[in-house]
């Protein structure tokens, strides 16, 4: 009878459903590769008309292109039926247009590519993270199997083998067997830079250096200093010469010819012996360290600070850590600087696809083993994110066109990965990530302290890029929610880097906008009122860091009894691999 009562209930096929679904994602697919792609066609399958519909739709499309097809074949004018996105550039030679052809291949590819890509996106029954999820996944298996990937269907690729009488091809092979040696398909070539000679080659020197990271101290190029100096506290998932790229673009010499006293956080590359640490060891023998040494040697009671990424978001929380330690009058930070920084998780950009509790525990056990998590696996989820340009291109370019990739300093920087230790790599994405406790008032504890944003009265100066997928500008706008203080709030064109790595050009290369933030603005309502200026936001920056730093002075020592220089910059920890 309980077995006939249990066949009855209508709930019993999705509860197993689901719990077919816990066991193959707990133990055959761990990072959603495919479960989201069953639970959309599981999807479609229950909603016959929706489906109908959209099998109406595709046959209309069908319809559509194969008039196309005959009118290209009769050599009539046509309009193409389905259009590259606009950030598409795999069909930019005038040979997928001219060609009837390739013409039509490309169209086909597309019309299904982009037919596929809407169902998932509106798949029924499924909540929007499930269809991105599904989408996101689906678009990688396209992506790869597009023409342009295949010396056959790639008429470019043919054309230069013809012109070259297969050089290109031997040429290509060769990248190839390169590649395959250095377990990597490499954006740029290892000896086309070297750290410390052309790149991250300020001037300076290490003048504190613990189980974490090491600080560096920029030799002045002014005649005369800010009394009140700046630490910027990278991000340890990468190396902190992103802002001390080749001289016309490093943010560094921006600021040492500004007139600012210059401090920089360079992380060390940990390895299995430093499983064990933790995030509150980051705030407190990293920033906190850092923040004592900078005071020291400066002898400014108060500190100006900049965090990036990641580096920006253990700012944040430092500053709430060190608000709720200090008097006010004894708070070392007088101000803070955020670029591309998340302190609320909700929505944390492309990222998102990779990050559930089953592939956080397959992380943990992963990490469990080796105690860190390899730079190169981080590095590979983030060229994922944008697989056309970051992977298929170099491949594309490379093996089929036999091409050397050109040098580029910020692809070099991009492919000198970094490892992330066990403990903090775990909290980061239990706490952050899956659990968004960082914007819940004393959520979390770190290093003794209850944290609450709001105790963060001084004042900010928060950078965003459009084009940002790790740090999405709407969701970085969110830190003016929390923090008490003036907010002064840019949104930079291009990405999280390039629109960091922003400098002074003529004619200008982006634009930026810029306006003061309320607490409960929100990020649309703010852009109405922002005022648009062209070029780089550096110097809008230091018309509002400049006034926090204080007086003009003759610059003073680069180290002292306490914290003497121990190295020339960039230091040792920035050349571990």
Not at 322 to 328: G, H, I, M, T
Not at 492 to 514: D, F, Q, T
Not at 540 to 554: C, I, N, R, T
Request: net charge neutral; charged share 20%; glycine share 6%.
């Amino acid at each position: 009878m309980a077995s006939n009562k249990s066949l009855a209930n209508p709930a019993t096929p999705q509860r197993m459903f689901r719990a077919i679904h816990e066991t193959v994602q707990s133990n055959v697919d761990p990072l959603g590769v495919f479960m989201p792609l069953v639970n959309a066609q599981w999807a479609w399958l229950t909603h016959p008309q929706e489906l109908a519909e959209a099998a109406t739709e595709f046959s209309t499309r069908m319809m559509g292109l194969q008039w196309y097809s005959w009118q290209r074949m009769l050599g009539l004018p046509s309009r193409d039926v389905e259009e590259p996105n606009p950030d598409d550039t795999r069909f930019a030679d005038p040979i997928w247009q001219e060609s009837a052809t390739w013409d039509l291949t490309k169209e086909w590819y597309l019309t299904f590519t982009h037919h596929i890509q809407d169902m998932l996106f509106q798949t029924p029954g499924l909540s929007s993270r499930d269809r991105r999820r599904a989408a996101f996944w689906w678009r990688k298996w396209l992506n790869a199997m597009a023409p342009t990937n295949f010396l056959m269907t790639n008429p470019v690729a043919m054309q230069k083998a013809a012109a070259t009488n297969g050089e290109s091809l031997i040429r290509g092979m060769r990248n190839f067997l390169d590649d395959l040696q250095a377990g990597n398909i490499r954006m740029t070539r290892p000896d086309d830079f070297k750290v410390g000679v052309n790149l991250a080659a300020t001037p300076g020197k290490v003048v504190l250096q613990n189980r974490l990271l090491e600080v560096i101290h920029y030799a002045p190029t002014a005649a005369k200093v800010h009394r009140v100096p700046l630490l910027i506290v990278t991000p340890w998932i990468n190396k902190f010469y992103i802002l001390d790229l080749v001289p016309r673009k490093s943010m560094i010499r921006f600021l040492l010819d500004q007139g600012i006293d210059v401090y920089i956080t360079s992380w060390k590359n940990p390895d299995a012996a430093m499983a064990d640490v933790g995030f509150d060891d980051y705030v407190t023998e990293g920033i906190d360290a850092a923040v004592a040494a900078v005071r020291s040697i400066s002898k400014s009671a108060k500190v100006n600070a900049v965090g990036y990424c990641i580096g920006g978001t253990a700012l944040a929380t430092y500053l709430a850590w060190a608000n709720c330690r200090f008097a006010p009058k004894d708070m070392p930070i007088a101000s803070a600087s955020f670029f591309t920084t998340l302190v609320d998780f909700h929505k944390p950009g492309d990222i998102e696809v990779f990050l559930d509790e089953g592939s956080y525990q397959y992380l943990l056990r992963k990490m469990e083993q080796k105690g860190y998590l390899d730079g190169q696996e981080m590095a590979s989820a983030f060229r994922l994110l944008r697989s056309n340009s970051l992977i298929w291109h170099y491949v594309v370019h490379g093996y089929l066109y036999g091409e050397a990739p050109p040098p580029f300093d910020v692809l070099f920087w991009n492919m000198d990965t970094t490892r992330m230790p066990a403990r903090m790599h775990g909290w980061y994405l239990r706490n952050l990530y899956l659990d968004n406790k960082l914007i819940r008032k004393d959520a979390l504890e770190v290093a003794g302290q209850l944290i609450d944003l709001t105790r963060i009265v001084q004042p900010v100066y928060a950078v965003t890029a459009g084009d940002d997928h790790i740090a999405p500008w709407r969701q970085s706008f969110r830190i003016n929610n929390y923090v008490s203080g003036p907010k002064r709030f840019v949104l930079s064109s291009s990405g999280h880097i390039l629109g960091i790595v922003n400098p002074v050009v003529n004619p200008p290369k982006r634009e930026y906008w810029v306006a003061p933030a309320e607490r409960h603005d929100n990020p649309d309502g703010w852009r109405e009122h922002a005022t648009h200026h062209p070029g780089s936001w550096w110097p809008d920056w230091m018309a509002w860091l400049q006034p926090q730093s204080g007086e003009l002075a003759k610059p003073g020592p680069l180290a002292n009894k306490a914290y003497p220089a121990l190295a020339d910059a960039p230091g040792t920890y920035v050349l571990e691999s």
